[in-house]
């Protein structure tokens, strides 16, 4: 599971052991609002204030990629479930499919 704070913090909880398996911080500092698992679960979107989804490794917490193009926030992400696109909504009115 992904968890999304208002103060930037992204949580990765295992509920097999009911914890946190790793945490990190959108790189602006602004809120994260949503997070998705791609289908191998070796890699999270995050939604950010900052008008952009960064992507994370959960493996070792590392930013590998980022799409931007809105101009306000970024309220949610989903990700295809085939791993080809990922889909966000934010707060400028617009919806971005990224591939």
Known sequence: ????????????WDIRIVGESAHFTCPTGQSANDG????????????????????YSTIDGQIVGALEGHTDSVQA???????QYAMSAAADATFRLWR
């Open 36 to 55: 998705q698992f791609d289908r191998s679960g070796t890699k999270v979107a995050v939604a950010c204030d900052d008008g952009n989804v960064y992507v």
């Open 1 to 12: 599971m992904c968890s999304t704070d208002a103060d930037g913090v992204v949580k990765l």
């Open 77 to 83: 992400v989903i990700v295809d479930p085939n791993g």
